[in-house]
């Protein structure tokens, strides 16, 4: 009996996108083994950035634990971005030895993450400065402090951005995270390792709430593409090597300190500026939602994540073991329309949005995220307590603060 036409096609659809992702996975890996530049031609002026004697007490003074009993050691790559400056102050907060590592890229306005690490450095975190990519200098690190953990946060971020330099995203969402996973294997002990994934993987899928469950082989973007490369990546070293692994799937994540490159923070720029605010529809009008979640309840996901890690069971680059292997969404569980959110900025600017609506084009972006949380409340006991007035609230208030003409810089 022959089998519905549906059958077929369906059949076809998930054998192409399965072709789309190992192909994207098979170029990345030769890319890294191959043609990705080895420690000895990273950019010399860089390397000056490390190393010394100084460099090495400023390295171990922050690896330091305040409390020496079962304080945890993290390296916190990416620690100037924006999730990663609030992670890595509150690790130290609460006592943890906190080593962060940054490449201060310009992807966005680099001084905005110099102003991050100055309030780091306050808070007694010491943020190396170099490159994931760079294997000398995670080696270095290495030799210096047995790191308990490595909180992953570094990656290439946007959406749309990878239409333009997509080989970022390969070098960082996929060489720079097997270049950390490969220092972490072969470090003895082995750290527990927490990475942000993000809810971009979930792509086409249209049935929501978002669950970890749920299919991950339809990317809408290469942004997203490289993340769920991340995924299988993880998987590998973990079967492979024993390394504990979490992936953390971030949901539109928003706050104080924030990327400029999100539409929250342009959004809120250019109606001070009264410039157009560009809203983007789905086909037949439909909205654009988003489930945002702000800064602080993604810091309480990440720290608990860390907290229930288990211990890696390899050494040395030696499987003695099952690991853990794990992973989580991280969201609000409110998607909230766009409009809404610039209706929001409206009312706490006190200033009117010149705004556009157009359709949203061909870029990589979904029209909706919505993320079901069950999960990691179970598992890590998270519970997102933000909504979004309260959290764009504290949004602007930063924002007018941190770009008022007498500078002021408030804390984290």
Same mark, same amino acid.
């Given at each position: 009996?022959? *089998?519905?036409?549906?059958?077929?096609?369906?059949?076809?659809?998930?054998?192409?996108?399965?072709?789309?992702?190992?192909?994207?996975?098979?170029?990345?890996?030769?890319?890294?083994?191959?043609?990705?530049?080895?420690?000895?031609?990273?950019?010399?002026?860089?390397?000056?950035?490390?190393?010394?004697?100084?460099?090495?007490?400023?390295?171990?003074?922050?690896? %330091?634990?305040?409390?020496?009993?079962?304080? %945890?050691?993290?390296?916190?790559?990416?620690?100037?971005?924006? $999730?990663?400056?609030?992670?890595?102050?509150?690790?130290?907060?609460?006592?943890?030895?906190?080593?962060?590592?940054?490449?201060?890229?310009?992807?966005?306005?680099?001084?905005?993450?110099?102003?991050?690490?100055?309030?780091?450095?306050?808070?007694?975190?010491? $943020?190396?400065?170099?490159?994931?990519?760079?294997?000398?200098?995670?080696?270095?690190?290495?030799?210096?402090?047995?790191?308990?953990?490595?909180?992953?946060?570094?990656?290439?971020?946007?959406?749309?951005?990878?239409?333009?330099?997509?080989?970022?995203?390969?070098?960082?969402?996929?060489?720079?995270? $097997?270049?950390?996973?490969?220092?972490?294997?072969?470090?003895?002990?082995?750290?527990?390792?927490?990475?942000?994934?993000?809810?971009?993987?979930?792509?086409?899928?249209?049935?929501?709430?978002?669950?970890?469950?749920?299919?991950?082989?339809?990317?809408?973007?290469?942004?997203?593409?490289?993340?769920?490369?991340?995924?299988?990546?993880?998987?590998?070293?973990?079967?492979?090597? !024993?390394?504990?692994?979490?992936?953390?799937?971030?949901?539109?994540?928003?706050?104080?300190?924030? %990327?400029?490159?999100?539409?929250?923070?342009?959004?809120?720029?250019?109606?001070?500026?009264?410039?157009?605010?560009?809203?983007?529809?789905?086909?037949?009008?439909?909205?654009?939602?988003?489930?945002?979640?702000?800064?602080?309840?993604?810091? *309480?996901?990440?720290?608990?994540?860390?907290?229930?890690?288990?211990?890696?069971?390899?050494?040395?680059?030696?499987?003695?073991?099952?690991?853990?292997?794990?992973?989580?969404?991280? !969201?609000?569980?409110?998607?909230?329309?766009?409009?809404?959110?610039?209706?929001?900025?409206?009312?706490?600017?006190?200033?009117?949005? *010149?705004?556009?609506?157009?359709?949203?084009?061909?870029?990589?972006?979904?029209?909706?995220?919505?993320?079901?949380?069950?999960?990691?409340?179970?598992?890590?006991?998270?519970?997102?307590?933000?909504?979004?007035?309260?959290?764009?609230?504290?949004?602007?208030?930063?924002?007018?603060?941190?770009?008022?003409?007498?500078?002021?810089?408030?804390?984290?």
């Amino acid at each position: 009996m022959d *089998k519905p036409l549906y059958v077929h096609r369906f059949r076809y659809h998930f054998s192409i996108t399965k072709v789309l992702f190992w192909s994207l996975l098979s170029v990345s890996l030769v890319y890294f083994f191959f043609y990705h530049p080895p420690s000895s031609s990273v950019d010399s002026s860089r390397r000056r950035l490390w190393g010394g004697a100084d460099w090495e007490y400023r390295v171990l003074h922050s690896a %330091r634990p305040r409390s020496r009993a079962g304080g %945890r050691v993290v390296l916190v790559t990416g620690a100037a971005g924006f $999730i990663g400056t609030h992670v890595s102050a509150a690790l130290r907060r609460r006592g943890d030895g906190v080593v962060g590592l940054d490449n201060f890229n310009d992807y966005y306005d680099s001084s905005l993450k110099r102003g991050r690490a100055s309030l780091l450095e306050r808070a007694g975190v010491f $943020i190396v400065e170099g490159d994931i990519n760079d294997s000398l200098l995670l080696k270095r690190l290495f030799g210096l402090v047995k790191f308990s953990h490595v909180m992953h946060l570094a990656a290439q971020a946007g959406v749309r951005y990878a239409m333009k330099n997509p080989s970022s995203y390969v070098n960082s969402n996929i060489a720079g995270f $097997i270049s950390v996973l490969e220092v972490c294997k072969n470090a003895n002990p082995q750290p527990a390792i927490i990475w942000a994934s993000s809810s971009s993987v979930y792509g086409l899928n249209s049935k929501t709430p978002f669950s970890e469950k749920d299919r991950t082989d339809q990317p809408s973007s290469l942004y997203a593409a490289t993340k769920k490369a991340g995924e299988a990546i993880a998987h590998t070293y973990n079967h492979i090597y !024993g390394l504990s692994i979490t992936g953390l799937r971030f949901f539109t994540v928003y706050g104080p300190w924030g %990327r400029p490159d999100m539409a929250y923070f342009f959004f809120t720029r250019n109606i001070l500026k009264r410039k157009n605010v560009v809203i983007f529809e789905g086909p037949n009008h439909s909205t654009v939602a988003r489930d945002f979640t702000y800064i602080d309840d993604i810091v *309480k996901g990440c720290l608990a994540a860390l907290d229930t890690a288990m211990k890696s069971t390899g050494s040395g680059g030696k499987k003695r073991g099952p690991a853990q292997l794990r992973v989580f969404n991280l !969201g609000n569980t409110t998607p909230e329309p766009v409009g809404k959110l610039v209706s929001t900025l409206e009312r706490l600017l006190k200033v009117k949005a *010149k705004k556009i609506v157009l359709p949203m084009p061909a870029n990589g972006d979904v029209l909706f995220t919505h993320a079901n949380v069950s999960l990691a409340q179970k598992e890590l006991g998270y519970k997102p307590t933000t909504d979004l007035q309260t959290g764009l609230k504290k949004f602007v208030r930063w924002y007018l603060d941190y770009y008022s003409p007498s500078r002021k810089k408030s804390a984290v």
